[in-house]
């Protein structure tokens, strides 16, 4: 069975988390663990939200403005989709530190079906 690519998000600062989901990985060894450093939205000065994400097209698709955390989530997930361009990968699995599995449970049915 091959190794399914599997990109993790996580803030740094957040170790406590970081821990949590690699415990909670570490029940498949056919996952192939990535960390991906997470984008701080709150961190981020106006120009730099506004140089990397279009938050006026945001807002006025949207009819709102949009949350400093919902920039850095977006962020960090078009990070994990450069990195899987660049391993030139068909599909990878990317996961949130705070991920759970249902039934603590993933099984082979889910990978024949990638």
């Known amino acids: 069975m091959d190794r399914l690519k599997t990109y993790v998000i996580n803030l740094p600062k957040d170790q406590d988390r970081r821990e949590s989901i690699l415990k909670e990985t570490a029940q498949f060894p056919w996952l192939d663990i990535e960390m991906i450093e997470a ?5 981020l000065s106006d120009e730099e939200k506004n140089n990397l994400f279009d938050c006026k097209k945001y807002t006025q698709y949207y009819g709102r403005e949009l949350m ?9 997930h078009q990070m994990c989709y450069k990195h899987l361009l ?29």
Do not use: R, W
């Open 86 to 114: 660049e391993a030139d990968l068909d599909y990878a699995l990317i996961l949130e530190d705070d991920a759970h599995f249902a039934n603590n449970k993933i099984t082979e049915q889910f990978l024949m079906s990638v």
């Open 39 to 43: 984008v701080y939205g709150k961190e």
């Open 68 to 76: 400093p955390g919902e920039i850095g989530c977006t962020l960090s």
